[in-house]
């Protein structure tokens, strides 16, 4: 007998057939077992084997649900992400009897200094040198009790405890380097939460303090910890931010609402001078802050100092998005905020070209926003500068620990359950990468000397953060950071991509020595991307201090260097060498380089124009919603 290869197959039952060409009896029954398998997981496909849409919907909402809810333990880390970290590592370690061998030589040699510190110090006393230093940016045993027995010798083996781990779990071959750092940096936050200045018994400044108050530091302490908790858990500023009021003590520069969308207020700050430059600017601040970091106090206020250098300036101020603002996305932060604020500022000043400003990742959307311009022949810029703002996210320092395909799955749950990132959650991911600075450093200070720091308006600014609706955050992170597509010409804006070479206009880049956000060789990238003139300065200071720079500030200093066109690479370690240094502010810098590329002085222009007519003071409505 035959089968007939093509009849119908209308029930399921099976005929074993002998195949004509002499093939055993079971290769021809095997193969048609097989193809009644397919089939029967063709017709299941369509029936009975596919699951409910209800069911669908109960696993993605449990799912989600279960990870918002751990997200709020672990502060938005994912579990699944660090447990596969320390497996890479385990794993590898676990067949590298070589790096073992070399740990516990490393141990040995460590235990003979500490006993040979010990041994000097039991007969020079003081006089003996440590065996062991701080890093530099280490300050939690600069007191000078830490020098006296027994504290020196805490410290020391902390120190010396610190470095072996930091070899433990650094320098193992096959470990992934994305793996290898978020093991170094989880380690490095264990050690820093047991480190012994955390602790009264092994703190000689807290020893010394609780026996001079006779305990009332720690009395202190105490009430400062629950009045930090309670303002915590209601949602409220902290202790100091009052005085600190947005366009009272902060905020202030004077000027109007011009323009306002369901997005961004524009404001634009009235002149101080008789005459200001034809060309106005326009900032653009990170949506991930709120505005006035760039108009503080009035002395060290961005704003208020460009319109004394006789500039008409605008400032984007984003809105504080809830959960009704969940599905906006990157495009649309692009044209209701960017573009729509080009064109205000177009009708207020007409005919001119604008000089562009984005700080943060306001300057990463100022950069895709003038990459699309240039592609398309919109020519409305006549320059464009960047605030510790990245377009290549390759080398984007410790931020990247938090970027994976596990981590941002996590995220996207905890921002699906509420529709926007809390604020309190993406603050934590921030003092994490400055833990010493920003958790232990306050745990001593506050609650175990009891003496409360003074809040400054940086501090108030830094305490006023804001929300980041579900799918810009989801965006963002999975475009710029995961996939890096802007650097890699894979982003698409109006349904073609940008690339940033097609920027033409003059840039002037602005990176800070001691960035945790956007390292400054991450910013330097841009000298790689783009083939027009590139003016890099290197200051010092943070992501944020070393932006609010004013004139008079003591003890910065700045780096610059101009890339013309068709000038050659400049590395940036050659930059660091080469690279002009001078002392003070780099606000002057920049401004004689703005003035370079501006017109001379002439008319004021008027607050609004017609179809832009002002709407309120300044500082608007949307930069006080909480």
């Known amino acids: 007998m035959t089968a007939n290869a093509a009849e119908p197959r209308s029930g399921t039952a099976l005929t074993i057939v002998t195949p004509a060409n002499g093939k055993s009896a079971l290769a021809s029954t095997r193969r048609a077992l097989a193809e009644e398998v397919d089939w029967s997981i063709e017709a299941g496909a369509e029936g009975e084997d596919r699951d409910s849409y209800s069911m669908t919907a109960l696993a993605d909402v449990t799912d989600r649900s279960l990870h918002a809810a751990l997200a709020r333990f672990t502060a938005g880390a994912s579990p699944a992400a660090l447990a596969e970290a320390y497996m890479d590592w385990a794993m590898h370690l676990s067949y590298a009897p070589g790096k073992r061998m070399r740990l516990m030589s490393k141990a040995l040699r460590k235990t003979m200094r500490f006993a040979n510190y010990l041994a000097r110090h039991a007969i020079a006393g003081q006089g003996a040198p440590d065996c062991i230093e701080p890093l530099p940016q280490d300050h939690r045993f600069n007191h000078e009790d830490w020098h006296k027995w027994p504290f020196n010798c805490i410290y020391q083996g902390f120190l010396l405890q610190q470095q072996w781990w930091h070899n433990a779990t650094t320098g193992i071959r096959g470990v992934s380097a994305r793996h290898e750092r978020m093991v170094e940096f989880a380690s490095r936050q264990i050690l820093d939460l047991v480190a012994p200045s955390n602790f009264p018994l092994t703190n000689p400044e807290i020893l010394a303090h609780t026996v001079a108050s006779g305990g009332l530091n720690l009395l202190h302490g105490w009430q400062n910890f629950v009045e930090d908790a309670e303002r915590t858990f209601s949602g409220k500023q902290p202790i100091g931010s009052e005085d600190f009021e947005v366009g009272r003590d902060v905020a202030k520069t004077p000027g109007k609402v011009v323009y306002r969308n369901r997005l961004i207020e524009l404001i634009q700050y009235e002149s101080t001078t008789s005459a200001v430059h034809p060309q106005p600017i326009l900032i653009v601040p990170a949506w991930i802050m709120k505005y006035y970091i760039l108009d503080l106090s009035p002395h060290n206020s961005l704003a208020k100092y460009l319109t004394e250098q006789g500039f008409t300036v605008f400032m984007i101020s984003w809105k504080n998005p809830g959960p009704d603002d969940r599905e906006l996305g990157l495009e649309d932060y692009r044209t209701l905020g960017v573009m729509s604020a080009l064109d205000a500022v177009n009708a207020v000043v007409p005919d001119q070209k604008v000089h562009a400003v984005g700080y943060c990742l306001g300057g990463t959307l100022l950069s895709i926003a003038a990459s699309a311009m240039a592609r398309d022949g919109d020519d409305r810029l006549g320059s464009m500068t960047l605030f510790a703002a990245q377009t290549d996210f390759s080398e984007a320092g410790e931020m990247m620990l938090f970027i994976g395909e596990s981590q941002i799955a996590f995220l996207e749950d905890m921002m699906w359950e509420q529709g926007f990132l809390d604020s309190r959650q993406m603050a934590g991911a921030f003092q994490l990468l400055r833990s010493n600075d920003l958790i232990w450093s306050r745990l001593v200070h506050d609650y175990l000397l ?57 840039i002037f880049v602005v990176g800070t020595e001691r960035d945790h956000v956007a390292p400054w060789r991450s910013t330097y990238k841009i000298n790689l991307q783009t083939d027009t003139e590139v003016t890099y300065l290197l200051t010092t200071g943070g992501h944020n201090a070393g932006i609010v720079s004013e004139p008079g500030h003591g003890g910065r200093t700045f780096r610059v260097h101009t890339k013309r066109v068709g000038e050659h690479y400049l590395d940036p370690e050659r930059f660091l060498n080469e690279a002009t240094r001078k002392d003070g502010s780099w606000w002057p810098e920049w401004v004689a380089w703005l003035q370079q590329r501006s017109d001379p002085p002439g008319a004021v222009p008027a607050m609004g124009a017609p179809a832009y007519p002002p709407l309120a003071d300044a500082p608007g409505i949307y930069v006080v919603e909480e």
């Open 450 to 506: 009891g003496e409360r720091r003074r809040m400054t308006d940086l501090m108030a600014w830094n305490a006023d953060s804001t929300r980041m609706p579900f799918r810009m955050h989801s965006e963002y992170l999975r475009k710029l950071f995961l996939d890096n597509d802007l650097a890699e010409g894979h982003l698409e804006v109006g349904g073609k991509p940008v690339a940033v070479t097609d920027i033409e206009v003059p």
